[in-house]
């Protein structure tokens, strides 16, 4: 005969309110453990040698992989955390540039800041009198930039800025033009500063001195390119103009050093000789009648406005003193002479455009 089995001991109510107890208290303390652990990884300071540190977000980088990078880097921990941190702001791209945060920034504060959109702007600068192979070849330099017009011909790259046809020299206005690095690329600049000099010349062309000489704002802005080469003194530069002006009126040629230079090209080598100014090319304006086909340079604001507000007076001739300045004249006689005190004794070659 089988031995009776004791029956079951029912749970008392007070059993099951300490089992209640520890299971709440479980949660409770798991919970705790994970805010504990999620509000160290939002506000971790973020690690880093320099001060501000750069982030660096590339075309198609997802706020993910960025922070996996930070975390890999040693700028930060727990990047798991804040990528569902991300998830949960509902933002899945980020704007490319360069973000600067400085070190031990909180980190829910690095990644509210890296979803702004707010990068680092940079500025590259234009300068006034560059051909443009200089201002090309400064843009090459520019590591921050993404390059996308670098392999490119000049004639592809002015197609590719929406211009087909167009000579680029002069085109594009001296300046200082801030970009987003990463983000914005080498066309993305040039087209801003295409428009700004449109915008320049349109304006001088519009507003310019009655009876000049020019058939086009094409023209004023080929004037204001050699204004622009002639001279580095800024008071000059509407005698300069007026000197030309002057002389495209009286059908004389313009004979300046700048676009004999020009027409050079590469072959150059920094001294100008009287082979030279006889060198048969359609910008030595020795041997052409009026202006050269383009211009020579990238005139400045300043060198636009003088070609469109050429200096009154009488003088046709101008010669270099030596100082950056020019000695101005209205008849050759006087010309020779100031070229006698100023040129010839210093160097047997010179010569200053204009010359007669």
Do not use: C
């Not at 592809?156 to 020299?169: D, F, I, N, Q």
């Not at 000059?236 to 009286?250: D, H, M, N, S, Y």
């Amino acid at each position: 005969m089988e031995p009776l089995s004791a029956p079951p001991v029912p749970a008392t109510p007070s059993r099951l309110r300490r089992l209640l107890v520890f299971v709440v208290v479980a949660v409770l303390l798991a919970a705790l453990a994970g805010g504990v652990l999620v509000w160290r990884a939002l506000y971790q300071p973020i690690v880093a040698d320099n001060d501000p540190l750069l982030i660096v977000v590339k075309p198609g980088d997802v706020p993910g992989s960025v922070l996996q990078r930070l975390e890999r880097e040693g700028h930060l921990s727990h990047s798991r955390i804040l990528r569902l941190w991300v998830r949960l702001q509902d933002r899945s791209r980020l704007h490319a540039g360069e973000y600067e945060v400085a070190a031990g920034t909180h980190a829910i504060d690095v990644v509210a800041h890296l979803m702004s959109g707010r990068t680092v702007q940079r500025g590259f600068t234009i300068i006034e009198g560059w051909s443009f192979r200089q201002l090309r070849a400064a843009l090459a330099r520019e590591a921050r930039l993404r390059h996308e017009g670098s392999e490119l011909t000049d004639t592809a790259l002015m197609a590719k800025l929406g211009h087909p046809g167009l000579h680029p020299e002069g085109r594009f206005a001296p300046d200082t033009y801030f970009f987003a690095p990463q983000a914005d690329s080498d066309l993305d600049l040039l087209g801003r500063a295409f428009s700004e000099q449109e915008r320049r010349l349109a304006a001088a062309w519009g507003n310019r001195a009655e009876g000049l000489p020019y058939r086009s704002a094409d023209e004023l802005l080929i004037m204001a390119s050699i204004v622009e080469k002639e001279t580095g003194q800024a008071q000059e530069r509407p005698a300069i103009a007026g000197v030309f002006v002057r002389r495209l009126q009286k059908g004389m040629r313009l004979q300046t050093d700048p676009t004999v230079i020009y027409g050079l090209g590469e072959s150059y080598r920094g001294n100008i000789t009287r082979a030279h100014l006889l060198a048969p090319t359609p910008y030595n304006t020795y041997t052409i009648d009026g202006l050269p086909p383009t211009p020579i340079a990238m005139p400045g604001r300043a060198a636009i406005e003088a070609a469109a507000h050429p200096a009154p007076g009488n003088a046709l001739y101008f010669v270099g003193r030596g100082d950056g300045s020019h000695q101005f004249s209205a008849t050759l006689d006087e010309h020779n002479a100031a070229v006698r005190e100023y040129q010839l004794r210093r160097r047997a070659d010179y010569h200053s455009a204009p010359a007669r």
